[in-house]
């Protein structure tokens, strides 16, 4: 092995540990985990797309490993639906071959069993998604386990044309619902296909000199939320559902909670 190639194989071997690290906690706050591609609108076959793991739209690149992955696939309105395959241990995640349409890339991880160090740990991670209005019964005296899953989407060349409304198929999930408003883009949010009612929505965005900012909303009693547009601005939304397990046997986890994490990019 010459001295390039076993840099780039410890460098490979670092950011794994790392993405285990995070992927595989005993304990965190939240972390939002999205896909970010070097441009938003592609020039050429090869688009690069990261995997982002971070705090208010502020995060680590990490590689594809296909023992995370459940789902990979890009979807058009010429095309539909087609998966995707990437190279175990990619760095960057992704290296995809894509027209300069309408597309949006969707990754979904399998679920991870998170172990709390405390109940206080469970109880801000409520805090920390709006969710304590909510999620109000559960029992005080336990320390709470959790399996969770990240439902992250990314939509390229967004103002081009072949814009569709997706179909909701995934477990939970974010969708474009109508963007030819020029100031606002309508959203719904789905939990099996249904929208979601009264869900609190976080969005953060970023302009060209990378100064972000946040908004905290809930989904409407259709599911629905809008979200201001701004020229030259990048957006990450993010959405967490929290349930029993008991709610959902045929999940067949162990755990006491399930948590699902949906993320969606865009550039305007």
Known sequence: ???LKLVIAKTKLINF????????PINLSAHEFWLEPESFNTSSNNSIIHIKIGTGFIGTEFGFKKKFRDKLYKESNKEGRINLEQED???PAFNLNLSEKFNIITYVNNFTLLKYRSLKGFENFLEEQNLTEIIKD???NKIPTEYYKRF?????????????VEKPTLDFEIIVKDKSNQNLLKLGIFLDGVAVKNWPVEIFSKDKNNKIFS?????DKNGNFNVTRFKDRTYLINSVYVFQTKEKPKLQLSSDWV???ASLTLSN
């Not at 540990?17 to 595989?24: E, K, M, P, R, T």
């Open 138 to 140: 559960y029992d005080r």
């Open 1 to 3: 092995m010459n001295f």
């Open 215 to 219: 908004e905290k909303l809930k989904t």
């Open 17 to 24: 540990i790392a993405v285990a690290i995070i992927l595989f």
């Open 259 to 261: 948590s699902y994490w």
């Open 152 to 164: 992250a989407k990314t939509i390229l060349n967004f103002n081009n044309s072949g814009f569709f």
């Open 89 to 91: 241990g990619s760095f």
